[in-house]
Structures are given as structure tokens and as C-alpha cells.
């Protein structure tokens, strides 16, 4: 059974950091993409940014480029979310995700690409 368990979210100041974290479980995630998307209450849940498996490519939404950043850790089964510079339309609840058949390219990716989800953690930026 695949599991991928989101961590590092809370209350944060604009202009502030916060580092997700995805760590995933049950299966190979070698040579799979991961994703984070986000949802906030409601709206959609809306791609942010993905990483190829050797993290070499990535691709971020135009609004948190420079701000965001993503990585992972093979060896951890572990992808990351590094936010900087934070802002309160960043508020929402940060979802990861994995799909062995997704393949990343220079496009926002929709959410039904992804077969593989966290449960989500929860980011509010207060103003």
C-alpha cells in the first residue's frame, strides 16, 4: 500500500519560511516524478511545482517562482518544499503527490495525473 504522509506545515508570517516535507512509503518510487499541489478553501486543488526523479528537472507555477523550491532526498524516499517569502494567498492545504506514468514537462500538471496522494498539510500565512 503507497503512502505519502506531508509534514511541516503551520501559522506563519508573511514574508516568513516554512519547509514541507513528503515522505513516501510501499512501493518504488524510483524513476517517479512528485508533485505538490495546493487548495484552498473553496477552490480547486491547483498544481505548484513537480521534480523528475533524479532532480535534475523541475517546473513551478509563475506565481511562487523564486520564492519556492522543491527537492528530494532518493535515499529518504523523501520530497521537500522549501517556502520563502511566503504570502497570505499562499494559504492553504499542501497536498503531495506521486504517479509512476506521470512525466514532467514545461506545463502545470492536473491533479487527476496523479494517482498517489498525501492527506495534505495545512499552511496559513497570516498578514
Known amino acids: 500500500q503507497v503512502r505519502l504522509v506531508e509534514s511541516g506545515g503551520g501559522l506563519v508570517q508573511a514574508g516568513g519560511s516554512l519547509r514541507l516535507s513528503c515522505a513516501g512509503s510501499g512501493r518504488s518510487f524510483v524513476g517517479v516524478t512528485m508533485g505538490w499541489f495546493r487548495q484552498a478553501p473553496g477552490k480547486e486543488r491547483d498544481f505548484v511545482t513537480a521534480i523528475s526523479w533524479s532532480g535534475g528537472s523541475t517546473y513551478y507555477i509563475d506565481s511562487v517562482k523564486g520564492r519556492f523550491t522543491v527537492s528530494r532526498d532518493n535515499a529518504k524516499n523523501t520530497v521537500y518544499l522549501q517556502m520563502n517569502s511566503v504570502k497570505p494567498e499562499d494559504t492553504a492545504v499542501y497536498y503531495c503527490?506521486?504517479?509512476?506514468?506521470?512525466?514532467?514537462?514545461?506545463?502545470?500538471?492536473?491533479?487527476?495525473?496523479?494517482?498517489?496522494w498525501g492527506q495534505g498539510t495545512q499552511v496559513t500565512v497570516s498578514s
Open positions: 503527490a506521486a504517479d509512476p506514468r506521470f512525466r514532467l514537462a514545461a506545463r502545470a500538471a492536473d491533479a487527476n495525473e496523479f494517482e498517489y
